[in-house]
T-cell receptor
Framework: EAEVAQSPRYKITEKSQAVAFWCDPISGHATLYWYRQILGQGPELLVQFQDESVVDDSQLPKDRFSAERLKGVDSTLKIQPAELGDSAMYLC????????????FGPGTRLTVT | AQKVTQAQTEISVVEKEDVTLDCVYETRDTTYYLFWYKQPPSGELVFLIRRNSFDEQNEISGRYSWNFQKSTSSFNFTITASQVVDSAVYFCALSGYGGATNKLIFGTGTLLAVQP
């Protein structure tokens, strides 16, 4: 069964350092999402791509976060500089198209900022 | 604004008991989707069900069943004869219909602990 791949699974970094996460969606899925899940809460959307274009990044803290999906396949989410409040689970999801298709999630990257 | 409320923070049951997880949502949209996801300790969100707002028929899948009541804005999830493997955090979520984006609005989740 096809799965969304993410790496690394765990990342510990010091504040003010740069960190990057990678996501490879299910083959053929045009839509890719990055969510952030703070401990004890539900995930919240950071950015949504349709192919290589950003559809929604209204909740992305653009002063320190950036996301790209250059060839419309895999994607990278970067934080620079990391802050203590960025400690969370970062989840990537993909869907075949935007509407009427469920989102499938990867295993996530758990980030700890010290 | 869209909002999902899962008032039950944590539920503990003994194996083989039935358990219902509550979900109440708010939206101004006339058409929307509702979802349930399961998050085991490994962290990955597992899709369970999607229901659109114009289909209020309840659904059963094995030990799982869902009760959608538009009149009360609720989409409750029942596990019959619970098992230890059902232990996880369960999230209810809402998304819009139409337009370029369909981000999921999640509730805060309900932690279900099934004791042997």
């Amino acid at each position: 069964e096809a799965e969304v791949a993410q790496s690394p699974r765990y990342k510990i970094t010091e504040k003010s350092q740069a960190v990057a996460f990678w996501c490879d969606p299910i083959s053929g899925h045009a839509t890719l999402y990055w969510y952030r899940q703070i401990l004890g809460q539900g995930p919240e959307l950071l950015v949504q791509f349709q192919d290589e274009s950003v559809v929604d990044d209204s909740q992305l803290p653009k002063d320190r976060f950036s996301a790209e999906r250059l060839k419309g396949v895999d994607s990278t989410l970067k934080i620079q500089p990391a802050e203590l409040g960025d400690s969370a689970m970062y989840l990537c999801a993909s869907s075949f198209e935007t509407q009427m298709y469920e989102q499938y999630f990867g295993p996530g990257t758990r980030l700890t900022v010290t | 604004a869209q909002k999902v409320t899962q008032a039950q923070t944590e539920i503990s049951v003994v194996e083989k008991e039935d358990v219902t997880l509550d979900c109440v949502y708010e939206t101004r949209d006339t058409t929307y989707y509702l979802f349930w996801y399961k998050q085991p300790p490994s962290g990955e969100l597992v899709f369970l069900i999607r229901r659109n707002s114009f289909d209020e028929q309840n659904e059963i899948s094995g030990r799982y069943s869902w009760n959608f009541q538009k009149s009360t804005s609720s989409f409750n999830f029942t596990i019959t004869a619970s098992q230890v493997v059902d232990s996880a955090v369960y999230f209810c979520a809402l998304s819009g219909y139409g337009g370029a984006t369909n981000k999921l609005i999640f509730g805060t989740g309900t932690l279900l602990a099934v004791q042997p």
